[in-house]
C-alpha cells in the first residue's frame, strides 16, 4: 500500500508549491475528521467555509496560503541539505511550529510528502498504548526545545515500526473499523491517493 501511494503523492505535492498548498490543506481537513469527511471536504478547500474550516483550522489554512511558497522552499531546503534522519527531524520542527500543526499533523504531511515521520494520531495512540503526552509540544517553545520534542517524536515513530508500517497498520485498522465504507486497507490507502492527486 504505502510503497505504491505515497510516492505518488511525493510526486504530486513535490513538483510545486501549489500542490504541497493541497497537500497540507488535506492534512488539515483530517484534523479531528474522519477519513471520508476530510475526502468529501477536499473539493472546498479553495473556497471554504466555517463548517469545512471550523476553529483554528481556518486560521492555519489562511496562514498556508500567505506563506506556501515559504514552506515549499524551505522544506525542498531541509529535504535537500541533510541526510534523510536530521531533515526529518528538521522538517518536523519546522512544520509543527505552523499554525494548525502539532507534531502528529506535521508528521503526516512529511508522511505524505516525503516518506518521512509518520502520523501517530488517536488511532495509532490507542493501537500501539502510547500516551498523547508523548505527542503533543507546547505552541510557544524555544526552536532548541522544539527540535528535541521533533527528534523524540521521530524516534517513536521508528520504535513503532516506522513510516511505512504506520500507513499500512493505520489503513487496515481503519478499513476493519469501518467494513461498512472501506473494503480493505489497500482500498483506505488508494483513497489517500486518489483525493490529493
Given at each position: 500500500m504505502y510503497k505504491k501511494h505515497q510516492p505518488m503523492i511525493s510526486s504530486y505535492a513535490r513538483a510545486n508549491a501549489s500542490?504541497?498548498?493541497?497537500?497540507?490543506?488535506?492534512?488539515?481537513?483530517?484534523?479531528?475528521?474522519p477519513l471520508d469527511r476530510a475526502v468529501a471536504d477536499i473539493d472546498s478547500l479553495p473556497y471554504p467555509d466555517k463548517s469545512t474550516l471550523w476553529g483554528f483550522k481556518w486560521d492555519a489554512w489562511h496562514n498556508i496560503n500567505k506563506t506556501y511558497k515559504e514552506i515549499y522552499e524551505n522544506l525542498e531546503t531541509y529535504y535537500e541539505a541533510y541526510d534523510s534522519d536530521t531533515a526529518s527531524n528538521h522538517m518536523l520542527a519546522y512544520l509543527s511550529s505552523l499554525k494548525g500543526f502539532g507534531l502528529v499533523k506535521a508528521g503526516f504531511a512529511l508522511q505524505l510528502i516525503y516518506g518521512l515521520s509518520g502520523c501517530i494520531d488517536t488511532h495509532n495512540l490507542?493501537?500501539?498504548?502510547?500516551?498523547?503526552?508523548?505527542?503533543?509540544?507546547?505552541?510557544?517553545?524555544?526552536?532548541?526545545?522544539?527540535?528535541?520534542?521533533?527528534?523524540?517524536?521521530?524516534?517513536?515513530?521508528?520504535?513503532?515500526?516506522?513510516?511505512?508500517?504506520?500507513?499500512?497498520?493505520?489503513?487496515?485498522?481503519?478499513?476493519?473499523?469501518?467494513?461498512?465504507k472501506y473494503t480493505n486497507g489497500y482500498e483506505v490507502s488508494k483513497l489517500h491517493t486518489e483525493v490529493i492527486t
Open positions: 500542490n504541497m498548498k493541497q497537500v497540507l490543506g488535506f492534512v488539515l481537513l483530517t484534523i479531528r475528521m490507542r493501537i500501539h498504548g502510547v500516551s498523547i503526552n508523548q505527542v503533543r509540544v507546547g505552541k510557544n517553545i524555544k526552536p532548541n526545545s522544539r527540535l528535541k520534542r521533533a527528534i523524540e517524536y521521530n524516534k517513536l515513530v521508528a520504535k513503532l515500526g516506522g513510516t511505512e508500517f504506520l500507513w499500512n497498520n493505520w489503513c487496515n485498522y481503519v478499513a476493519q473499523q469501518q467494513p461498512n
